[in-house]
């Protein structure tokens, strides 16, 4: 069932209704849409989400879902846009020009810090995106960013360390990108002093296995 109009949505006297309030309702519930989506889809997979399903988690009926969307792939494409706008944010607040010149432990920070913020505001991103039946062409946009953001690690490690051969710097990359994703589990299952204990750990990892190979910061 639609919501019921209030004043805020009636006519300001000159025939005029008022077109932000209603536009952030709506944002509102599209948001609500979106957030008990995440949740469904990392839960039961895509093919066993329903509409019915997401506007259940949402507290409102299915009418009102499809006021604003005309089906689950239409939800699906939203949650991708969604999160790719996050990510994009969170990437470039994580490599800023001057990051290959800073000391490892702060290095770490920049690096970790925004990636992290963003998993910890989203629980439902990485188990979505790791589900193996969500259809090709809805994950294909994510791919070219996440790509870029490993060349960008790469790139760091070589201006750092322009000795290391360039199958050493994938290789170290890639190591670097698993223990982030292997323990990001842990820290989003803890909250409160364990988290901050866990974070601490997941750079302590970092920084131990980091040091010996691109410990050394880039000079002008």
Same mark, same amino acid.
């Given at each position: 069932?639609?919501?019921?109009?209030?004043? %805020?949505? /009636?006519?300001?006297?000159?025939?005029?209704?008022?077109?932000?309030?209603?536009?952030?309702?709506?944002?509102?519930?599209?948001?609500?849409?979106?957030?008990?989506?995440?949740?469904?889809?990392?839960?039961?997979?895509?093919?066993?989400?329903?509409?019915?399903?997401?506007?259940?988690?949402?507290?409102?009926?299915?009418?009102?879902?499809?006021?604003?969307?005309?089906?689950?792939?239409?939800?699906?494409?939203?949650?991708?846009?969604?999160?790719?706008?996050?990510?994009?944010?969170?990437?470039?607040?994580?490599?800023?020009?001057?990051?290959?010149?800073?000391?490892?432990?702060?290095?770490?920070?920049?690096?970790?810090?925004?990636?992290?913020?963003?998993?910890?505001?989203?629980?439902?991103?990485?188990? %979505?995106?790791?589900?193996?039946?969500?259809?090709?062409?809805?994950?294909?946009?994510?791919?070219?960013?996440?790509?870029?953001? /490993?060349?960008?690690?790469?790139?760091?490690?070589?201006?750092?360390?322009?000795?290391?051969?360039?199958?050493?710097?994938?290789?170290?990359?890639?190591?670097?990108?698993?223990?982030?994703?292997?323990?990001?589990?842990?820290?989003?299952?803890?909250?409160?002093?364990?988290?901050?204990?866990?974070?601490?750990?997941?750079?302590?990892?970092?920084?131990?296995?980091?040091?010996?190979?691109?410990?050394?910061?880039?000079?002008?």
């Amino acid at each position: 069932m639609a919501d019921a109009p209030t004043d %805020l949505d /009636r006519d300001t006297g000159d025939g005029n209704p008022r077109p932000r309030r209603r536009q952030a309702r709506g944002q509102r519930r599209m948001s609500q849409i979106l957030d008990a989506a995440a949740e469904v889809l990392a839960e039961s997979g895509y093919e066993s989400t329903t509409t019915n399903a997401i506007a259940a988690r949402a507290g409102i009926s299915p009418g009102t879902v499809y006021q604003f969307f005309a089906n689950k792939d239409a939800i699906a494409e939203a949650l991708v846009a969604r999160y790719l706008t996050a990510l994009r944010a969170a990437y470039v607040e994580a490599f800023p020009p001057d990051l290959v010149r800073l000391p490892m432990a702060e290095l770490i920070d920049r690096m970790v810090d925004p990636i992290l913020r963003l998993h910890l505001a989203h629980p439902g991103m990485k188990p %979505l995106f790791a589900r193996t039946d969500m259809p090709e062409r809805l994950l294909a946009p994510t791919q070219p960013l996440l790509q870029a953001v /490993r060349e960008r690690v790469e790139s760091v490690f070589a201006a750092r360390a322009p000795e290391l051969s360039a199958e050493r710097r994938r290789r170290c990359t890639q190591v670097s990108v698993e223990l982030f994703r292997g323990l990001l589990p842990l820290v989003q299952a803890a909250d409160g002093a364990e988290r901050d204990a866990l974070v601490t750990e997941l750079k302590d990892v970092l920084r131990r296995y980091l040091t010996p190979i691109i410990g050394t910061p880039a000079s002008d």
